[in-house]
């Protein structure tokens, strides 16, 4: 029996996740690669953290979680609980699923 173990992002569903990756074919590849390699490439992870910006940020050119954070924050335009995740967060949850994608 399978079992989910990783939460969502705060504020977005999962379901969100999964239309914006069925959208765009990049980021079924970047999915499809989690768990080839022991360890998370860079340039996995940088493509990682672009999948996350844009879907908080869908019309922002924005890479970098803890820039966007600062720039919704200013804004006022989401709650706290509905910012994306810090660097070091991601970076953890990137680890994570690269982890247990492998096994």
């Known amino acids: 029996m399978g079992y989910d173990s990783t939460s969502a992002f705060g504020g977005k569903e999962k379901i969100a996740g999964l239309k914006l990756i069925m959208k765009n074919e990049s980021y079924c590849n970047v999915f499809a690669r989690l768990g080839e390699q022991r360890t998370l490439s860079p340039e996995l992870l940088s493509q990682l953290k672009r999948f996350t910006c844009k879907m908080y940020a869908?019309?922002?050119e924005v890479t970098n979680t803890n820039e966007l954070r600062m720039q919704l924050f200013k804004s006022r335009k989401v709650e706290m609980g509905q910012l994306p995740p810090c660097e070091d967060c991601l970076n953890?949850?990137?680890?994570?699923?690269?982890y247990q994608a492998r096994i």
């Open 92 to 98: 953890h949850r990137a680890v994570r699923a690269n």
């Open 58 to 60: 869908t019309k922002m």
